[in-house]
């Protein structure tokens, strides 16, 4: 069996602000395209058998740089749809909302490129991804390019927890997660790891 390999993509403007991107298509500033293209060493040692991306710029950028050929977008990795949050900080929010807590409270509906997602919708977008990426994996690891909230939702899939405890794993830009097995159960091998220096 191959193990899943997560890529949260480089650092985006908006990611280093602390705004909250979902589907808005933000690219990656000079200093994530340097961090995507220093994980290509890592992942160069991998026997990787497909690669999947968000349809998002800062994905497909992120796995090119990270010498990943043949990614194939999957509309199911676009990050969570934050609704009327798009582009809000967490601060901003909470001077609307005191005390909000995404994984707890949810966002709001936005237009109509934003309407809104809940914790479960996400989840069900991971659980296609996972259901796709299974047999692939008995013939070697394959590689999801996506978004720190949605591989968060999916890491809670893979490990049979509810998508909410996605809140669990904190996810930066530009690093590598493993998800693995160890006697028939689903595991963490490695977490948030950024390229060697």
Not at 13 to 23: D, F, I, L, N
Not at 46 to 74: C, E, H, M, Q, Y
Not at 115 to 142: C, F, H, I, W
Not at 180 to 188: K, W
């Amino acid at each position: 069996m191959g193990d899943l390999i997560l890529v949260r993509h480089g650092e985006t403007e908006w990611s280093r602000a602390g705004k909250h991107t979902g589907r808005t298509d933000v690219t990656l500033t000079p200093a994530g395209e340097a961090a995507a293209a220093a994980l290509a060493p890592m992942l160069a040692r991998r026997d990787i058998v497909a690669v999947f991306t968000s349809p998002a710029r800062r994905t497909v950028t992120t796995a090119a740089l990270a010498g990943l050929d043949n990614a194939k977008p999957d509309p199911e990795l676009w990050e969570w749809d934050y609704g009327g949050y798009e582009g809000l900080t967490t601060a901003q929010i909470q001077a609307q909302r005191p005390g909000w807590y995404l994984w707890r409270d949810g966002v709001i509906p936005g237009d109509a490129e934003h309407p809104g997602e809940t914790v479960d919708q996400v989840g069900e977008r991971a659980d296609l991804v996972l259901g796709r990426v299974a047999p692939l994996l008995e013939s070697g690891d394959v590689v999801l390019v996506a978004h720190g909230h949605v591989l968060r939702v999916l890491t809670a899939r893979y490990l049979r927890l509810e998508p909410s405890a996605g809140r669990l794993f904190q996810l930066d830009t530009g690093t590598v997660s493993t998800l693995g097995g160890e006697h028939d159960e689903p595991v963490i091998s490695s977490w948030n790891v950024p390229a060697s220096t």
